[in-house]
């Protein structure tokens, strides 16, 4: 089966830069996404990785290491606007179907 | 259309009636997802159709809940005799089979009173 781990919140100040991790359990599957969601609203795509190594997309970048069934998504510059619920997920290759973790809550202070 | 688009938007219902909530995803996008989110939880899987078909009905929470999907676009999800524990937002989402990214609809706010 397939599981994906996340820490439910991360605390971070304004400004600052955070990570937020993702660790998986999986046979099989095409790439780690990230979504983000603000409270109310629905999940928005944010980034990909196929491939192990670091993907930057302005102040956003992710990571994928599939020797460490592992990734993270690093925020930058943090601004209040970036408190939001974070969400990892990959794609099962046995049949496309997205599997998600429970998602981190983040919490932005001046 | 140019996102997903879920109606209605927002579902008051008395307990023991049905409802039906529909999702009409990218055109094109074969694969559309249901999710149940509860107010400050994730995303809990309910079903996943490739096409018209459902190779994974394991999210269904109970006999009570159905969905299908015609013609490879609209979906409908259906609850019958709702229960004051199926309040939450139901959440759509299509993507093409072979792209991981998934667009989701703004979702339906369920209270059952």
């Known amino acids: 089966g397939q599981s994906l781990e996340q820490p439910s919140e991360v605390t971070a100040v304004e400004g600052a830069i955070v990570q937020i991790n993702c660790t998986y359990q999986?046979?099989?599957?095409?790439?780690l996404s990230w979504y983000q969601q603000h409270d109310g609203g629905a999940p928005t795509f944010l980034s990909y990785?196929?491939l192990d190594g670091l993907e930057e997309t302005g102040r956003f970048s992710s990571f994928l290491s599939r020797s460490d069934s592992y990734g993270y998504l690093l925020l930058q510059e943090l601004q209040m606007k970036d408190s939001a619920s974070y969400f990892c997920?990959?794609?099962?290759?046995?049949?496309?179907?997205?599997?998600w973790g429970a998602g981190t809550k983040l919490i932005i202070k001046p | 259309g140019a996102g997903v688009s879920q109606s209605p938007s927002n579902k008051v219902t008395e307990k023991g009636k049905d409802v039906e909530l529909r999702c009409d995803p990218i055109?094109?996008?074969?694969?559309l997802y249901w999710y149940r989110q509860r107010l400050g939880q994730g995303l809990e899987f309910l079903i996943y159709?490739?096409?018209?078909?459902?190779?994974?009905k394991s999210g269904l929470p109970s006999d009570r809940f159905s969905a299908e999907r015609t013609g490879e676009s609209v979906s409908t999800l259906t609850i019958q005799r709702t229960q004051q524990e199926d309040s939450a937002v139901y959440l759509c989402?299509?993507?093409?089979?072979?792209?991981?990214?998934?667009?989701f609809g703004q979702g339906t706010r369920l209270t059952v009173v």
């Open positions: 989402a299509s993507s093409l089979r072979e792209n991981t990214e998934a667009f």
């Open positions: 055109s094109g996008h074969t694969a």
């Open positions: 159709f490739q096409g018209n078909s459902a190779p994974d």
């Open positions: 999986t046979s099989g599957f095409y790439g």
């Open positions: 990785n196929g």
């Open positions: 997920a990959v794609r099962d290759v046995s049949n496309y179907q997205l599997i």
